[in-house]
């Protein structure tokens, strides 16, 4: 890896730790007195959007080569989370609704270890207990986030299906139709099939990091298998 993608790796993955943990400090301040999942949306939403969607660059590493992920790969892991920050944003009623609050908590948490690790990693800097976190806090954080995740799919659905948002019947000009609420249900469908296979895998990669006391070479990128 030349120097100049080593240093933008590490900026990247570094900004990208400061905003997770900045949103993860507001989630916890938000929180203090007790769970309260009303005016969560309202409070991070921006700072989720901006974060998460810089996330897509993760696509044009992989595209370009300075990383290793297969560009198939990660284009799914990053639609899966642009995808529930955009129905977040149109769908008022999933704003205030504990899935949000669930799947963003798992989230942040996810990405100060993950980002923070490969950071580090990109300059042989990383402490074993970062390492420990990395490969162990998958085992609660990817069911939950997944829980999350899909039941803030769910709880879309009614709206999408009401008020036919993303929704076009024929006729029309292009002579086509396409029910967002229908794809909605189709898409948990991959949740279904992916947690299994991804939750073996981190498995896997946890028995190897633990085998080498530590010394698992991890791969210099800004994503990997996200553990939610």
């Known amino acids: 890896m030349g120097v100049v993608s080593k240093a933008y790796l590490v900026l ?30 309202d409070l991070i939403g921006k700072e989720v959007i901006l974060f998460q969607g810089a996330a897509v660059l993760e696509i044009v590493h992989s595209l ?22 955009f129905l977040a944003t149109i769908v008022p009623t999933t704003q205030n609704y504990w899935s949000l609050t669930l799947m963003l908590f798992c989230w942040s948490i996810t990405e100060v270890i993950r980002y923070s690790f490969y950071a580090l990693s990109i300059v042989n800097m990383v402490p074993y207990f970062l390492g420990w976190l990395r490969y162990t806090t998958f085992y609660i954080l990817y ?21 036919k948002v993303l ?19 189709f898409s948990l469908i991959f949740y279904v099939v992916g947690l299994p ?23 210099p990128t800004s994503q990997t298998k996200k553990e939610n």
């Open 197 to 219: 296979w991804l939750y073996m895998h981190m498995i896997s990669q946890r028995k190897r990091f633990i085998a080498t006391g530590g010394n698992t070479k991890a791969t």
């Open 167 to 185: 929704t076009y019947s024929m006729p029309n000009f292009l002579n086509v139709s396409f029910d967002f609420a229908f794809f909605l249900k």
């Open 143 to 163: 069911p939950m986030g997944v829980l999350g995740e899909t039941s803030t799919i769910l709880a879309s659905i009614p709206f999408v299906t009401e008020n």
């Open 12 to 41: 990247y993955n570094a900004v990208q730790t400061i905003g997770w943990a900045y949103i993860l400090m507001k989630l916890a301040l938000h929180h203090k007195d007790g769970y309260n999942p009303n005016g969560v949306w």
């Open 64 to 85: 370009i080569g300075i990383v290793k992920t297969p560009v198939a790969t990660t284009f799914v892991q990053v639609f899966s989370r642009v995808a529930c920050v």
